[in-house]
């Protein structure tokens, strides 16, 4: 049997959200072996760039939906965890029959997607309460290990913010769009500015948070500053939290383009 509970997008930008979340309480420092675990996974968009009429997380690998196998790495892994999914709510039916008839066998809590994965985040904070430890994960990267997830969520019995990351291998340029007529889609050094390829990361997700820390940091309204759920961290500007970045997985990789779902297929099928 299949269990779901109904959301609706209970948060906009005319919301009080002091009134819901009380911004000026302290953040509590409940010892997380006592917390709840809560997953939210990310999954409202439409995949546009992939190309095909399914978004992406619906489409199938190896006989089951990329959101599938996301959320199955995540049940194997942690006992206990409180399932939230933001669908597009053109798509909450056809999810539902999908797991009538495949799985998951797990309680869901369904919510809708917003105008912006900031959005989206904070329509299912509102089905998180404080004292808890929250993971928001994109529902489409199911290459993560189970190791990974046990690791990250043992990290945030300590932390209170929990990001992983890996090294840059690429050389990286900074670049402007070029000024030369007529020349296509060129790019240009910008003077001056060289990255240093030692000091860059790439952030992953599960980005896990103690829920206090992270319900407080979404009650600032949206900026297109806000590339990920430590980006609002960050600017919240919380005082005691500080985010560590321990080192995520090479293939922790966002299925994005129809190669991305080559590479999966492949890795996959390793098991």
Not at 4 to 19: G, L, M, P, R
Not at 81 to 97: C, F, G, N, S
Not at 110 to 129: D, E, M, Q, Y
Not at 136 to 151: A, E, F, K, N, Y
């Amino acid at each position: 049997m299949k269990f779901f509970n109904n959301s609706f997008n209970c948060i906009n930008e005319k919301i009080d959200t002091a009134a819901i979340y009380d911004i000026f309480a302290p953040v509590n420092r409940k010892n997380t072996v006592e917390r709840e675990k809560y997953l939210i996974l990310v999954a409202g968009g439409s995949g546009t760039r992939m190309g095909g009429k399914i978004p992406k997380q619906f489409i199938n690998i190896r006989g089951k939906a990329v959101l599938h196998h996301t959320l199955d790495k995540f049940t194997a892994a942690v006992a206990d965890l409180h399932v939230i999914i933001v669908l597009p709510d053109e798509w909450r039916q056809a999810w539902k029959d999908y797991c009538c008839g495949h799985g998951p066998v797990c309680r869901q809590t369904l919510v809708s997607g917003g105008i912006t994965r900031f959005h989206s985040v904070r329509n299912a904070l509102c089905k998180v309460p404080d004292g808890a430890v929250v993971a928001v994960h994109d529902g489409v990267r199911p290459l993560l290990s189970t190791g990974m997830i046990g690791r990250l969520f043992g990290l945030a019995g300590t932390f209170q913010a929990v990001v992983p990351a890996v090294p840059i291998v690429d050389t990286v340029k900074v670049l402007k769009k070029s000024s030369v007529p007529d020349s296509g889609i060129v790019y240009e050094a910008v003077p001056g500015e060289t990255a240093d390829r030692s000091r860059l990361f790439a952030a992953q997700t599960p980005q896990i948070f103690h829920s206090e820390v992270l319900k407080r940091a979404y009650c600032q309204p949206y900026s297109t500053a806000f590339t990920d759920d430590a980006s609002v961290v960050e600017n919240a500007c919380i005082e005691g939290v500080k985010i560590i970045y321990p080192e995520g997985e090479k293939y922790n990789v966002k299925l994005t383009t129809p190669d991305d779902l080559l590479i999966a297929d492949a890795l996959l099928a390793r098991g």
